[in-house]
């Protein structure tokens, strides 16, 4: 929790999901 898991490749409207079709991973 309160973690960067990863960063938004668009924008995301409250309400959305957050998923691998809008999110690139931050994992090094």
């Given amino acids: 929790y309160g973690e960067v898991i990863g960063v938004a490749t668009e924008d995301i409207e409250r309400g959305r999901h957050v ?3 809008n ?6």
């Fill in 19 to 21: 998923h691998c079709h």
């Fill in 23 to 28: 999110v690139k991973s931050a994992r090094v």
